[in-house]
Nanobody, 119 residues
Framework: QVQLVESGGGLVQAGGSLRLSCSAS????????MGWFRQAPGKEREFVGA????????YYTDSVKGRFTISRDGAKNTVYLQMNSLNAEDTAVYYC????????????WGQGTQVTVSS
């Protein structure tokens, strides 16, 4: 049974930083692209970024480029989202997701972790 469990969310002041973690189990971690998504109140879920199975490629939506960094640790089956220079528009529930490297559909999702940025 595949499980993705996020942690690290919380309340932070504008300009601050947070690091989210997503621990994966029940899958061959290196076979999966790991992604981060977020959903703000009243808005649709949006793609934040992703990292390839080997960790050698990363992708980000424009609004977070230069502020967010995704990394992964194969030994721990964990993917991270380092978020710097946070602003109120980053307030959302953040989800990690996994998809096979050669497919486009995100198969597995975590339960989400709340990030609130106070201005």
């Amino acid at each position: 049974q595949v499980q993705l469990v996020e942690s690290g969310g919380g309340l932070v002041q504008a300009g601050g930083s947070l690091r989210l973690s997503c621990s994966a189990s029940g899958l061959t971690f290196s076979n999966y692209v790991m992604g981060w998504f977020r959903q703000a109140p009243g808005k649709e879920r949006e793609f934040v970024g992703a990292i390839s199975g080997r960790g050698d490629n990363t992708y980000y939506t424009d609004s977070v480029k230069g502020r967010f960094t995704i990394s992964r640790d194969g030994a721990k089956n964990t993917v991270y989202l380092q978020m710097n220079s946070l602003n109120a528009e980053d307030t959302a529930v953040y989800y990690c997701a996994a998809r096979l490297s050669d497919e486009s559909r995100w198969y597995y999702w975590g339960q989400g972790t709340q990030v609130t940025v106070s201005s």
